[in-house]
């Protein structure tokens, strides 16, 4: 418990400051105001659960609509909403801490590490901005999920499992990625994941396909911009470029959004830290997050194989994530087929920092036993990987601020081109004129002002 | 009784620990630091005392800053400037003046919070954005603040001076 206490007061600082920075941050005028005017416009959130659009989240439509309807204030309502995306974050870092629960100072060092890496990756911070955390809703159930089945099966445990995947799914179809892996999991005979569970998820799969099929209308070819190698395509010249035969513009952005959780490159389908350095122009924060995330992807890939070879007759716990692993990031590749955004690994992030934790702890036990002069270097290499994915968690603090920053900046800027444009909308521009307040509001998060070369380690200049 | 190993493996975490450790205790300070001295430079950004200055420095915020703390978008402010005013002073418009120092954000901030355009020199705000060439400021301007239209706009008297021409001063 003991090493649990001290795990939590090393993460606490950021976490906390995290979420309070989330808390203060003006929700934006672009996306935000058209959410709530959605909501607002309804009497019923039955629309919500029709199938018809691209971007299907009845879960998350129906939450924000029964807090639009309910008989608060706006202030009120504003809060509750901030709470629904504030709470998943803090009970991922809160579960995936009690999940590890270290007993030794190595398996401190481990877990601190790994919940640093979930802080720190771009999956996770692309899914902070409120009010479109919908895959930060899932992650904890990620977490949830992995720790029901590695306990004995039980009826309710079951339907838990089924339930959490519902939600998730519910939430945004990220969710969808946890099905191929509890399958998976039984297959690996996990303990909590019996075949009954196994069935029911496949049944929900397929069903749900389905239904998104059956009732597809006509969607556009490509929903948004890609990113390929260094330049952006806007989706008229993507369609007009890939339209005919779009399987490889499809594979090129799963593929990116696969790195991009391995290596933290590209970003977007956007090549920018080889960028940075054709032109020599090299960013100190893109270096650390490039080389952190090379380090801990060769370190999990020797782990996992490692743990494979060990699993022939019977599989071990170490076996089964490594497998999720791979499913996750099949699974995030798959789903972001159409177009790559850090956002969409967020699901794979947490398979990926809980393969950390064994990774690092297996790496540093194997250094441990090393010669001297190979012990040495090992073991500074691994305060370096500590200190690099800390840097990066802290500046997933920075990033939160820019948002915060770039949002209240909307609220100065943006309203008289919206009065205009949306004239027609008398909802849309009520719900706006109401949220001025709160979107210029005194003392909303900035950047901190930190030395350039301090600030360089975390974010862009 | 701790094994060489068990001792190699516990300095390797010690060292990962207080690494971690050592970052997160700086978090701590910087935040204390910002309770404590808010206006310190770690976290105070630029203010200014007049909305010329905050206008002609581009700076949104602090534009905004100063029409909450009760300046007005609509009344004169005395501008000066080696080029614009030939190092004259003289009264403006703030709207006028974010036009003349061609910076978009503060003209779409005045738009949005407060800024009438009512004056005959705000009217042809847009054709002084014309008279710099910047063709984006004044496309903007006629369609959200209702400007005059390129066609109905007054030849400038000096068209070296286009913002001493809009307000009527002449050499």
């Not at chain 1, 049944?203 to 952006?232: D, N, T």
């Not at chain 1, 993507?238 to 399987?247: D, K, L, M, R």
């Not at chain 1, 977007?268 to 054709?278: A, C, E, H, K």
């Not at chain 2, 901030?109 to 063709?135: P, Q, T, Y």
């Amino acid at each position: 418990m003991k090493w649990t206490a001290a795990v939590s007061l090393i993460i606490a600082p950021v976490l906390i400051v995290l979420l309070v920075t989330l808390w203060r941050t003006p929700y934006p005028v672009t996306e935000a105001v058209a959410l709530f005017e959605d909501v607002a416009r309804v009497s019923s959130p039955a629309r919500f659960w029709v199938p018809e659009t691209s971007y299907y989240r009845p879960l998350f439509h129906s939450t924000l609509w029964a807090i639009w309807h309910a008989n608060s204030s706006l202030d009120t309502k504003l809060a509750l909403v901030k709470v629904v995306h504030l709470a998943p974050i803090l009970l991922l870092v809160v579960v995936f801490v009690w999940y590890l629960r270290p007993q030794t100072m190595a398996a401190a060092a481990a877990t601190t590490l790994a919940t640093a890496v979930l802080i720190g990756s771009p999956g996770l911070r692309d899914n902070l901005e409120i009010p479109l955390s919908y895959t930060a809703m899932a992650m904890p159930i990620v977490v949830l999920v992995w720790m029901l089945v590695h306990q004995p099966a039980q009826r309710w445990r079951s339907a838990a499992i089924v339930t959490l995947v519902l939600i998730a799914v519910g939430f945004k179809e990220q969710g969808l990625i946890l099905i191929p892996v509890l399958v998976a999991a039984w297959w690996m005979r996990a303990p909590g994941a019996t075949r009954t569970t196994a069935w029911t998820l496949v049944a929900i799969g397929v069903a749900y396909v389905a239904m998104r099929l059956l009732w597809r209308g006509k969607w556009p070819l490509f929903e948004q911009s890609l990113g390929l190698g260094f330049s952006i395509v806007e989706t008229p010249d993507a369609t007009a470029q890939f339209g005919a035969f779009p399987y490889f513009i499809f594979a090129y952005n799963s593929a990116s959004t696969i790195a991009n959780v391995l290596f933290s490159e590209p970003t977007s389908g956007l090549f920018y830290t080889l960028r940075d350095i054709v032109y020599n122009q090299i960013q100190a924060w893109r270096i650390i997050n490039l080389l952190s995330s090379i380090v801990l992807t060769a370190a999990i890939v020797w782990w996992g194989v490692s743990s494979l070879r060990g699993a022939r007759d019977q599989w071990t716990t170490d076996a089964r994530l490594f497998v999720a692993l791979a499913i996750a990031l099949l699974g995030c590749g798959a789903l972001s087929f159409d177009y790559s955004r850090d956002r969409l690994g967020g699901m794979a992030v947490v398979f990926y920092a809980l393969a950390a934790y064994h990774a690092v702890y297996a790496v540093a036990a194997r250094v441990a036993m090393a010669p001297r002069r190979l012990y040495v270097s090992g073991a500074a290499a691994l305060v370096m990987l500590a200190a690099a994915w800390e840097i990066r968690a802290i500046g997933t603090i920075e990033w939160t601020r820019r948002f915060a920053h770039r949002n209240e900046i909307e609220w100065l800027v943006e309203l008289a081109p919206r009065r205009s444009e949306f004239a027609d909308r008398r909802v849309y521009l009520d719900i706006m004129e109401r949220m001025i307040a709160q979107g210029t509001r005194p003392g909303s998060p900035k950047p901190t002002r930190y030395p350039q070369w301090v600030a360089r380690t975390m974010v862009p200049e | 009784m701790t094994t060489p190993l068990e001792r190699r493996q516990q300095v390797v975490a010690l060292g990962m620990i207080a690494a971690m450790a050592t970052l997160a205790l700086a978090v701590v300070l910087v935040e204390v630091e910002r309770w404590h001295q808010p206006l310190s430079r770690l976290f105070a950004y630029p203010s200014y005392s007049s909305l010329a200055d905050a206008i002609a420095a581009d700076d949104v915020e602090a534009t905004y800053a100063l029409l909450r703390a009760g300046a007005s978008a609509n009344d004169a402010i005395v501008v000066r400037d080696p080029a614009l005013t030939r190092g004259r002073s003289v009264p403006v418009s703030p709207l006028v003046w974010a036009v003349a120092t061609q910076h978009r954000r503060p003209v779409l901030m005045l738009l949005a919070h407060g800024a009438r355009i009512e004056s005959d020199a705000d009217k042809a705000a847009s054709c002084l954005a014309d008279a710099v060439g910047n063709a984006e400021l004044a496309a903007l301007l006629r369609k959200y603040g209702n400007t005059l239209p390129r066609e109905k706009c007054p030849p400038p008297r000096d068209a070296a001076a286009p913002l001493l021409s809009l307000i009527g001063v002449t050499d």
